[in-house]
């Protein structure tokens, strides 16, 4: 290269001062070329491992995307669209990573690689170089002066030769090491501008590659409308939270504004005075529940009181339902008691266990609202003691107009109660909704409800197991006739395929059964949902059975779906009605009776409930369609049967005029040789016969007129 300094190679051997200067200044570049190196060598290692890095968080962050589906967030569905999303997100995410990974190999290979070849091949070599070249040099110094030290009276010894022929060696070493030296400082300087250019080249080349990769990775049409539709659901999004921000400060402030009074324990005196609600029968809020420790020491604690299914129910901030407190349907008395440490205190006490229960309210509003509500929840069976001087008259009032009445609607009282129970347990407020309403018309084709006295539960316990009635284990034939009856085992029995007109069987889920007066009715299988889910939601079981259910044409059968058994069989005359309720299509239940025993004439009547995983109006279908079939084979039966009785009876009647025919006596005959009958026995038999066809024809008649599937059973 044009004006370049050079060392050179024919002073060597000279080895002059200005030699040595310039060699100096050869060494001192390539000691400052070595440093700058190094420090070029790091940036490049940062860059490298920086990239790996971005690789490494782009794929960490493509897993953390996927996972979010599996997080199960409580207030998140199944079917959620953010979850999609963040998934195509992460598919987005993971050939921008495969970009990225490419990107880093070739910075690896372009930029690490050629630098580092040069400070190892280069300039480590010249280090290593410049020591030998010293260490010659330094050799060559003292051969030389030991030559020059030799005397003149011992030239002619042989010790001469030997120094002269040491510093042979030695100069001859010193000069090839200078030369080896000179050459590898020279090509430095050529080394220096290739070698600095080289990684820069390959970083360049490695992010052009990057970027042409990515643009058909990337930018595509498809790519585009995505984002764009993503960029305009959260600008909706963002749209949506300002107004719903704006209205929550506006509703914040309402709060606030109607809420002043509410944060005072007791009502100030320059507060206008409000009566309490003497007509409530729901109630929920917090009371001081106090606990006896010892005989002469007691607790209070502050838990979540509410009323439900005719029950004070109880329960704590840890805990994930409520208790039963007390049984408000048993007699008991409500009264205001006074203790020297509280004030606003009542307390409830049972009158058949003598069981008191001791509350304290923030004022005397709460205590007499409470005392209000726990008396109209008792319908009737409570008892008020001393009031206040102001609302007394209103309870007393209240308690009087409830003597004779019936409840409230239990709608109300069940979404009154929704708040209360924990979100722990969401599938079974998600049924107690559904069963919150009821009273919907009886269904096209539907008998009928049967008229009955009084409520329509008795009281009966409700059942969260399958009970069989006494009447439908009994022993019995499946075809109902006489005979040796045939017993079915319910821990043993198997499907036939002969005994059922449907092979379809139903995943049912069994919530419970009650007892009740009627035996059809929708309003009936409503109102006994709500009585289950109700005391399910009390009683915190949320456990349910599952069987497979079946429809023949003589028979509704439960089977264990874990190996076949069959664990109930209710035979379809003693399914009196069934419905799906009216908002939740996968509740439905039916109504069975059966008799109490073999001498009583008096029924009783069971309503199971049922939940189904698909719907419970295919199940209804099956039932309707099955009890058709069921009313219309014995009818068929009844005419079958008729018409071969008078097949059979036509049949004897055409052997006995045979018969007749083959009598060996015979008529006389007339001078012309015909037959002379006699006229009085010709006219009984003809009589005879007339009358026995007559009778056939009739009946036959009878049979065209009347059709199989309009007589009588």
Known sequence: MPGMERLHLEDAFEDGPQTRNLLTLFEADALMLRSYVLSLYRCFSRVVTAQKEVCAATQSLSSHLKAYDQQRFPLESDESILSSTLSQF???LDELSSVQQVLLTQLSDNTIFPISRFLKNDLDE????????????????????????????????????????ELYI?????????????????????????????????????????????????????????????????????????????????????IEQNSIHRYYAEPLPDMPHVSPNCNLSQKAGYLFLRTKLTL???????????????????????????????????????????????????????????????????????????????ANASKGN??????????????????????????????????????????????????????????????????????????????APIQFDIIMPREDVKLSRPDGGDGVPQ????????????????????????????????????????????????????????????FQLTVSSNSLRLFDPANGNITAEFTLPNVSYWAVHNENKRLFGFIT????????????????IFECTKSGEEICHALTTAAKTAFHLPMQKQSEKVQVQAAEEK???????????????????????????????????????????????????????????????
């Open 296 to 374: 002469l020491s007691s607790r209070w604690d502050r838990c979540y009181f509410f009323i439900q299914g005719g029950n004070l129910m109880c329960q704590t901030k840890d805990e994930v339902a409520g208790s039963p407190v007390l049984d408000l349907n048993e007699p008991n008395k409500t009264e205001i008691i006074e203790i020297e440490d509280r004030r606003f205190v009542f307390q409830i006490v049972q009158l058949s266990n003598k069981k008191t229960v001791i509350l304290q309210a923030e004022n005397a509003f709460e205590r007499d609202e409470w005392i209000a509500t726990i």
């Open 487 to 546: 017993r079915i085992n319910p821990f043993n029995s198997r499907l036939n395929a002969a005994d059922d007109d449907s092979h379809v069987k139903h995943a049912v889920r069994f919530l419970g059964s009650q007892q009740v007066n009627i035996d059809r009715g929708d309003a009936v299988i409503m109102e006994t949902v709500r009585q289950i889910m109700a005391a399910r939601a009390i009683y915190n079981v949320f456990k349910m059975t599952e």
């Open 170 to 254: 030695a100069r001859k070493k010193s000069h090839q090491t200078c030369l080896h030296y000179y050459t590898a400082l020279n090509s430095l300087q050529y080394k220096r501008k290739s070698s600095l250019l080289e990684p820069l080249v390959g970083l360049m080349n490695a992010q052009k590659t990057f970027f042409e990769i990515g643009r058909e990775s990337v930018i595509r049409k498809e790519v585009d409308e995505f984002v764009g539709n993503i960029n305009a659901s959260v600008l909706g999004v963002q749209s949506e939270l300002k107004e719903a921000s704006q209205k929550m400060r506006q509703q914040i402030e309402t």
């Open 593 to 608: 009776h059966s008799q109490d025993n073999a001498a009583s004439d008096k029924s009783t009547f069971t309503c199971y």
């Open 90 to 92: 992460s598919v987005f």
């Open 382 to 459: 409570s008892s008020v003691g001393e009031m206040s001087a102001v609302d007394g008259q209103g309870v007393r009032s209240t308690q009087e107009r409830l003597h004779g009445s019936t409840s409230e609607n239990s709608s109300s009282s069940i979404s009154a109660v929704l708040a209360s129970v924990p979100a722990a347990v969401p599938k079974v407020l998600d049924m107690l909704r559904d069963a919150s309403s009821f009273g919907r018309s009886n269904q096209p084709g539907m008998p009928p409800s049967t008229p009955s006295e009084g409520t329509f539960f008795p009281d």
């Open 651 to 713: 049949e004897l009647l055409l052997a006995n005029i045979r018969q007749l025919q083959d009598k060996t006596d015979l008529p006389p005959l007339s001078t012309h040789g015909n037959v002379v009958l006699d006229e009085s026995r010709e006219s009984e038999e003809a009589a005879s016969v007339l009358t026995t066809v007559g009778e056939i024809s009739t009946e036959d008649r009878h049979e065209e007129e009347c059709p199989s599937h309009e007589k009588p059973a």
């Open 126 to 165: 010249i280090l290593s170089l410049k020591e030998v070249f010293q260490s010659a040099s330094d050799e060559h110094e003292q051969s030389l002066a030991t030559y020059m030290k030799f005397p003149k009276k011992k030239e002619q010894d042989k010790s001469r030769q030997e120094v002269v022929d």
